[in-house]
């Protein structure tokens, strides 16, 4: 019996539709990236997990694919942790390279290992897949696509300012209503240090970045769980509950901790972002939640995350900035910022609101119904010029029933065709037929490229 035909859960197929409006998104997100004068690069698919491991948190790093070693890949494994079957301990030995998890570690060790090839501050974009062990669900993929883009080399707050101008133009251009939530890894920092648990930030921020899906109730006996004082708690609990403007919750979180270094710190550096930001016409809405904490330990300062207003998904684009991750890998004091746009969310969230372009479906923008020999040949070289003047545009491949042709358009959702009989070769005026309107026109072939390009 044949075996069935499947693939992992998590991971999907894409068809040419799906392939077409994929690119859709990918090349609107690249138009803006290079417009604010980022460079593309690529890296490996797999990483060393030296590379990896630690980088995520205890969370994340549960969550990296390993791959097997080559060959006899348990004949270096430790006998006693073969016999206690400790696959923790073993995995190290029977592995030593892993999917990435993401496109910033991987950056941060190509930054490190080409340092005296690229220019500082260095402005780069990554459009690439990414893989987490993660449990498939709705808007959730072990398999999926990040487009990167981060500036390193550089503490200028400036850098915060243009990446929320580049997702508020981004999801502009897709016709995504968004919200752009900002925080600071310091104001967390200071709010552990206020409820006198400094030593407990980790397990704090973990707990906090689960408060959409659980609930600030579940994040308090979370907390509790975890070793959290009842008193602490107490003291953390009008500080997630704050709402109102942005000032009135800056103005709030300087009285609760901004006697605090930290907390001061991240504070100002809010306050300077969002001052900036005042005098551009920024369309999706800009809200300071201070709960916000992405789970991610290699923050330093600025958290941002991105949500649909009109869709029910998770995070669409988040990021921050990290002052250590290069130093990691042995170059130490070099900053660096950078968001995340999430291609494969942007595609859901697209689909659920049918804000797709009908162009996004097809990159064929006309048919040539094929007559028959003499036709063909003729509609060769209308192909030709159709082709030279830059518009899509295909050859039906055999002389087929015009029904079969029609349908063969449809399927494919090609806006037009045309139709090249002998009148049409004797008169030189080529009908075109708007298959969404089924209007037809008489035209020579310098009018239809003037139609097809319009």
Not at 63 to 80: H, Q, R
Not at 292 to 312: H, P
Request: aromatic residues 8%.
């Amino acid at each position: 019996m044949a075996q069935k035909p499947s693939i992992p859960k998590g991971t999907r197929d894409f068809g040419p539709v799906e392939m077409n409006r994929r690119n859709y998104i990918f090349n609107t997100i690249r138009g803006v990236f290079e417009k604010y004068g980022y460079q593309p690069i690529e890296t490996p698919a797999m990483e060393n997990l030296t590379t990896l491991l630690g980088k995520y948190g205890e969370e994340g790093d549960k969550l990296l694919f390993k791959i097997l070693n080559s060959g006899d890949y348990l004949a270096k494994a430790n006998p006693e942790w073969l016999e206690k079957k400790d696959s923790l301990r073993l995995s190290t030995d029977i592995s030593e390279k892993g999917l990435r998890y993401d496109l910033t570690v991987p950056f941060a060790r190509y930054v490190v290992q080409h340092r005296n090839d690229i220019t500082f501050p260095f402005k780069r974009y990554q459009m690439q897949p990414v893989w987490r062990a993660d449990r498939p669900q709705k808007g959730r993929y072990r398999e999926f696509y990040q487009c990167d883009v981060d500036v390193i080399g550089s503490n200028s707050l400036i850098n915060e300012v243009d990446l929320i101008r580049m997702i508020d133009e981004v999801f502009q251009r897709l016709n995504i209503r968004v919200i752009i939530k900002l925080n600071n890894r310091k104001l967390l920092s200071g709010i552990a240090q206020t409820i006198d648990a400094p030593e407990r930030l980790t397990d704090i921020t973990v707990a906090m970045d689960k408060i959409d899906k659980i609930g600030v109730e579940k994040v308090y006996e979370e907390l509790h769980e975890k070793g959290l004082s009842q008193e602490a708690i107490d003291h953390l609990e009008p500080i997630l509950n704050l709402s109102g403007s942005n000032t009135s919750k800056l103005n709030c979180l300087k009285e609760l901790i901004g006697e605090t270094s930290d907390g001061s710190k991240g504070l100002l550096e809010l306050d300077t972002i969002l001052h900036y930001l005042e005098p551009f016409d920024l369309k999706a809405k800009i809200e300071i939640d201070q709960s916000l904490a992405r789970g991610l330990n290699y923050y330093t300062g600025a958290i941002i995350e991105v949500k649909a207003a009109d869709a029910s998904i998770g995070s669409i684009c988040g990021g921050g900035r990290y002052d250590n991750l290069t130093g990691i890998f042995g170059l130490p004091d070099v900053s660096g910022v950078g968001v995340s746009f999430g291609a494969d969310r942007i595609y859901d969230v697209l689909t659920e609101l049918k804000l797709f372009p009908e162009e996004a479906a097809s990159l064929t923008k006309v048919l040539l119904v094929n007559f028959g020999e003499k036709e063909e040949r003729f509609a060769l070289g209308i192909l030709e010029k159709l082709q030279q003047a830059e518009i899509a545009s295909e050859l039906y491949p055999e002389p087929a029933k015009m029904k079969k042709q029609m349908k063969y358009a449809n399927q494919k959702q090609i806006p037009f065709v045309l139709l090249i009989g002998e009148e049409e070769m004797n008169t030189g005026k080529l009908t075109l037929k708007n298959m969404v309107t089924g209007e037809q026109q008489k035209l020579d072939v310098e009018a239809v490229v003037e139609v097809l390009n319009t």
